[in-house]
């Protein structure tokens, strides 16, 4: 199957990175969360809800919404620190991307592993920049502030076309057991597939 | 195309629209409520978490979203539109954005109702969530209070945009394809304020010491306007609701909602126009404020509060004594007038209770001057007179006490004219020069001269205060007013006189031919010293 990319370009500050990330990859799982499903007998089932919570920026004028889900949370902060010391140790001249990858796991016989077949991968490609003085930095918090909000529309904008791969690994009547297992444990949610983050190049 | 529906499928169709109607309701309004919206995720879902999303329900914005539906549905031709409106507490109102369900006749009949249509609402849902986070009204409803309220209005029909002003932005949030049509969820917001600044200034002068929350009731009162709307603010309900309120609050165990009753001191903010554009800041040239782009910049209220210059003493029309310095505080005081942080700066040092300082000579005295050039033309000769109608004068880096004013201490001009009838115990030499005798006194002088011999135009300023900062000085025994006065009005050079340089002019050419004639005679030496150098 086709996998759906898309691709998000920022430029923010040292001391934004985290939030702009954060903002970004909380927009996309937001959509792509759902909640947790219940078999019952005689073959119905139940999904739980999902809560949402707004998350004030402190060093840019946003304000972003994410799944109520503090393990969620951890998970993907753990994944934007280790982004950043990346970045800031890389050497690179404040460039680097990172990756939000969903992607199926199909079970294959023995023995062969399990496949993971992505099939739709966001990419935040983030440029840092270094302020002289305090006023370029309130500048800059507000000019980051809108383009994220621009980013925001970017992401809300694909959620209209349907995607024959997403639909096909939505709660579907049909398919009850055709969802992957989790990439990590969640009490009330799950997410379409399977989600990894990756670290891809700093350059 | 209805009857490809099966009756169990329409109905959940017309089911669904309806909820998400209502729940759009919900998420545009909480949105606009100034706090932080926060629900719990839960596996057991309830009759009321429609779309598995725990959206609350307030049953005020309930009730209005059912009245203004009447039993309809969102259909071709029948948008549900939420209108989202800042009223002032002046009670100036301005649209913001407008919020629009809408469906065309584009149909997708073989999409599932049940689960497709019902995960993609979902989804839209989401979309509306963070949308409503990013356009401007979000951070208009952030700030929301005293000052101003955001007001919701629902109303079907057709979607009126006129009220946006010019310019406006749209940013459509989804669209979910049905058997029975397409669901688009858009929103059109403002961009333009300017009306907004251009009406507040066109009210009186803000007047000193205005109290920010001086307006007895909220702006947001019981007898809300219907074409407004309702106000997005939890203290808005009625008491009967209030328990109703009281149980959408219990519910959010987790919500870090921050009620803000302090409310800022500000008036209508501008705001950066669209996340979509790189535009520039609105016009906010109009309201003289300074505002870095995109922020949401609340100094109107130093307009409000800034002061009339004629309104402080302290602007130095008269000189006031200590004493009228602390009347000036207690009336400030008894008409409830608070120390505004933006008084200035001749408030501050107003309230200290001295008189004002005034460097000597400085051009900021410009009454002084004025009057002592008043005085001044009036009798110079009558010194005491002069004494009790000059209040007190202290030069700059002056260290002598305040509180003595003494005939001695006192700062005049003439001066000299006043030794002969003031007390001269006085020891500062600084205060009456010694060596001027009031006849010769070159001030005297210049002040009724007719103009000397070579002097020029009249003078176009007099120093009255002869007590120049730095000026004493010990080893001459001149002090620089002396000086100064002394050659105020030099003669005028005679190589600038006109009958002397025409004459020069004159004899210089008259003596060229002679010059020529020697320097031809001797032309041979200044060639052998020109080859010389070479």
């Given amino acids: 199957?086709?996998?759906?990319?898309?691709?998000?370009?920022?430029?923010?500050?040292?001391?934004?990175?985290?939030?702009?990330?954060?903002?970004?990859?909380?927009?996309?799982?937001?959509?792509?969360?759902?909640?947790?499903?219940?078999?019952?007998?005689?073959?119905?089932?139940?999904?739980?809800?999902?809560?949402?919570?707004?998350?004030?920026?402190?060093?840019?004028?946003?304000?972003?919404?994410?799944?109520?889900?503090?393990?969620?949370?951890?998970?993907?902060?753990?994944?934007?620190?280790e982004f950043k010391d990346g970045l800031n140790n890389s050497g690179s001249d404040g460039m680097g991307q990172i990756s939000l990858e969903f992607y199926q796991k199909k079970k294959s016989r023995w023995p062969f592993s399990d496949e993971c077949i992505p099939w739709e991968v966001w990419t935040i490609k983030v440029n840092v920049v270094n302020l002289a003085n305090e006023q370029e930095r309130q500048i800059c918090r507000e000019k980051v502030g809108e383009k994220l909000g621009e980013k925001v529309i970017n992401v809300v904008e694909p959620q209209r076309r349907p995607a024959v791969s997403v639909q096909n690994h939505l709660p579907d009547h049909r398919f009850p057991g055709h969802f992957c297992e989790h990439h990590y444990e969640e009490t009330d949610q799950r997410h379409a597939g399977a989600v990894r983050i990756r670290n891809l190049s700093l350059y | 195309?209805?009857?490809?529906?099966?009756?169990?499928?329409?109905?959940?169709?017309?089911?669904?629209?309806?909820?998400?109607?209502?729940?759009?309701?919900?998420?545009?309004?909480?949105?606009?409520?100034?706090?932080?919206?926060?629900?719990?995720?839960?596996?057991?879902?309830?009759?009321?978490?429609?779309?598995?999303?725990?959206?609350?329900?307030?049953?005020?914005?309930?009730?209005?979203?059912?009245?203004?539906?009447?039993?309809?549905?969102?259909?071709?031709?029948?948008?549900?539109?939420?209108?989202?409106?800042?009223?002032?507490?002046?009670?100036?109102?301005?649209?913001?954005?407008?919020?629009?369900?809408?469906?065309?006749?584009?149909?997708?009949?073989?999409?599932?109702?049940?689960?497709?249509?019902?995960?993609?609402?979902?989804?839209?849902?989401?979309?509306?969530?963070?949308?409503?986070?990013?356009?401007?009204?979000?951070?208009?409803?952030?700030?929301?209070?005293?000052?101003?309220?955001?007001?919701?209005?629902?109303?079907?029909?057709?979607?009126?945009?006129?009220?946006?002003?010019?310019?406006?932005?749209?940013?459509?949030?989804?669209?979910?394809?049905?058997?029975?049509?397409?669901?688009?969820?858009?929103?059109?917001?403002?961009?333009?304020?300017?009306?907004?600044?251009?009406?507040?200034?066109?009210?009186?002068?803000?007047?000193l010491g205005i109290i920010v929350d001086h307006f007895v009731d909220p702006p947001c009162s019981s007898q809300r306007p219907a074409v407004l709307g309702q106000p997005c603010n939890y203290r808005a309900p009625d008491e009967e609701d209030g328990g109703a309120f009281a149980g959408v609050q219990d519910s959010q165990e987790?919500?870090?909602?921050?009620?803000?009753?302090?409310?800022?001191?500000?008036?209508?903010?501008?705001?950066?126009?669209?996340?979509?554009?790189?535009?520039?800041?609105?016009?906010?040239?109009?309201?003289?404020?300074?505002?870095?782009?995109?922020?949401?910049?609340?100094?109107?209220?130093?307009?409000?509060?800034?002061?009339?210059?004629?309104?402080?003493?302290?602007?130095?029309?008269?000189?006031p004594t200590a004493a009228n310095a602390a009347q000036v505080l207690h009336a400030g005081k008894e008409g409830g007038v608070g120390v505004v942080p933006c008084q200035p700066h001749g408030a501050e040092t107003h309230l200290t209770g001295e008189p004002p300082l005034n460097t000597p000579g400085s051009s900021g005295d410009d009454e002084g001057l004025s009057r002592s050039a008043e005085e001044r033309s009036v009798s110079p000769s009558d010194p005491v007179e002069y004494l009790n109608a000059f209040t007190r004068k202290v030069g700059a880096f002056v260290n002598k006490p305040s509180t003595q004013i003494t005939a001695a201490n006192l700062d005049l001009p003439f001066a000299a004219f006043a030794a002969r009838g003031l007390d001269t115990e006085g020891s500062d030499p600084m205060v009456q020069p010694p060596e001027s005798p009031p006849s010769q006194s070159p001030l005297q002088a210049s002040l009724h001269s007719q103009g000397s011999e070579g002097s020029g135009p009249q003078d176009d300023f007099v120093m009255v205060d002869f007590r120049p900062a730095f000026s004493k000085d010990d080893l001459l025994p001149m002090d620089l007013g002396t000086f100064y006065r002394e050659f105020q009005n030099p003669p005028q050079l005679t190589s600038l006189s006109l009958h002397i340089s025409s004459q020069s002019m004159a004899d210089d050419l008259d003596s060229l031919p002679e010059k020529l004639r020697v320097y031809e005679k001797n032309i041979d030496e200044f060639d052998a010293f020109v080859d010389m150098l070479q």
């Avoid at chain 1, 078999?39 to 004030?56: N, W």
């Avoid at chain 2, 005020?60 to 071709?76: D, N, R, T, Y």
């Avoid at chain 2, 109009?286 to 003493?313: D, E, I, K, T």
């Fill in chain 1, 1 to 81: 199957m086709n996998c759906r990319s898309e691709v998000l370009e920022v430029t923010v500050e040292a001391r934004q990175i985290d939030e702009a990330m954060l903002a970004l990859l909380h927009t996309i799982l937001l959509h792509r969360s759902t909640g947790k499903f219940h078999y019952k007998k005689e073959g119905t089932y139940s999904i739980g809800t999902v809560g949402t919570a707004d998350s004030d920026c402190d060093f840019i004028d946003f304000t972003f919404v994410r799944v109520s889900s503090e393990e969620l949370d951890r998970v993907i902060r753990k994944a934007v620190c």
């Fill in chain 2, 254 to 319: 987790v919500c870090t909602t921050s009620f803000s009753t302090s409310p800022p001191s500000q008036c209508v903010c501008t705001l950066s126009p669209s996340p979509s554009k790189m535009s520039k800041p609105l016009p906010l040239d109009s309201l003289q404020l300074p505002l870095a782009p995109g922020l949401v910049a609340h100094n109107m209220c130093s307009s409000r509060v800034s002061y009339q210059p004629g309104a402080l003493p302290g602007a130095a029309e008269v000189h």
């Fill in chain 2, 1 to 207: 195309m209805d009857s490809d529906l099966s009756p169990q499928d329409k109905k959940d169709l017309d089911k669904f629209i309806k909820f998400f109607a209502l729940k759009t309701v919900q998420v545009i309004v909480q949105a606009r409520l100034g706090e932080k919206i926060c629900t719990r995720s839960s596996s057991s879902p309830t009759g009321s978490d429609w779309f598995n999303l725990a959206i609350k329900d307030i049953p005020e914005v309930s009730h209005e979203a059912k009245k203004a539906l009447a039993g309809q549905l969102p259909g071709i031709g029948r948008s549900m539109c939420v209108e989202i409106s800042l009223k002032t507490s002046e009670g100036d109102s301005m649209e913001l954005e407008t919020w629009c369900l809408e469906m065309n006749e584009k149909c997708d009949k073989d999409i599932k109702v049940s689960y497709t249509v019902y995960n993609r609402l979902s989804v839209l849902l989401k979309s509306l969530m963070a949308i409503t986070r990013v356009t401007p009204a979000y951070k208009l409803s952030r700030k929301q209070g005293h000052d101003y309220v955001i007001l919701y209005r629902i109303y079907f029909g057709e979607v009126q945009l006129s009220g946006l002003g010019e310019g406006f932005q749209t940013v459509r949030v989804g669209v979910v394809g049905t058997p029975v049509g397409t669901v688009t969820l858009s929103c059109a917001y403002r961009t333009n304020l300017a009306f907004m600044s251009s009406r507040q200034f066109d009210r009186s002068a803000p007047i």
